[in-house]
């Protein structure tokens, strides 16, 4: 059998926060391993400390102890900079509120990591429109987000978050706040994407439609990895 290849790995991960006088613990210790190709589903409830695992796993936030390795690199100490290129290069994301530039269309929102990374205007547009029509929108590619569905939204932040052609992608919550119909059709993009490219994805999510299209998934519940098996 040949061996997986770690992209992302967390070791004993702490993170706690102070409420006025008192301290919370978020996470408690989390070990976790993120392989190439993998769907990986983070699920608990609200408060778990999803949210927290997926910020500091994506490098937007330190953690207190413990460290992350991306592909096999301890990265907790170093500089911001240096950090913010990993997130473009080999991370993409999708957060529950779509984070697009409201000011920009979407292919203009879709390109603006190419550009960060010292991609040429054309070649940039020529890539942002051929990802929006792997997701479906090539004809909404001049539209701003506040005109689009929040499906179509979603499908905008997908595209971003594949504008480099990271391993993976962390995604929260990414089918909250969506109808059934949007919800199943963004579940059917990246599980295409997981399948036809070998996009690693780690969602975190309470949503039982999610939980099913994993191939792995984990529970945590008040910031402790309970478990961890293939989905149901």
Known sequence: MTARTPILQAERLTRNYRIGSATVAALRAVDLTLDAGD???????????????????????????????????????????????????????????????????????????????????????????????????????EVRPDLLSGGERQRVAIARALANEPPLVLADEPTAHLDGASAESILDLMAALNRERGTAFLVATHDPRVVARARRRVTLKDGRLEGEGPSA
């Open 39 to 141: 769907f990986v589903v983070v699920q608990g409830p609200s408060g778990s400390g999803k949210t927290t695992l997926i910020n500091l796993l994506g490098l937007l936030d330190r953690p207190d102890g413990g460290r992350v390795l991306l592909d096999g690199r301890p990265v907790e100490r170093i500089g911001e900079e240096e950090r913010a290129d990993l997130r473009r290069d080999r991370l993409g994301f999708v957060f529950q509120t779509f984070s697009l530039v409201p000011v920009l269309t979407a292919a203009e929102n879709v390109a603006w990591p190419m550009a960060l990374r010292g991609m040429a205007a054309a070649e940039a547009r020529r890539r942002s429109l051929a990802l929006l029509g792997r997701v479906g929108l090539e004809a909404r590619a």
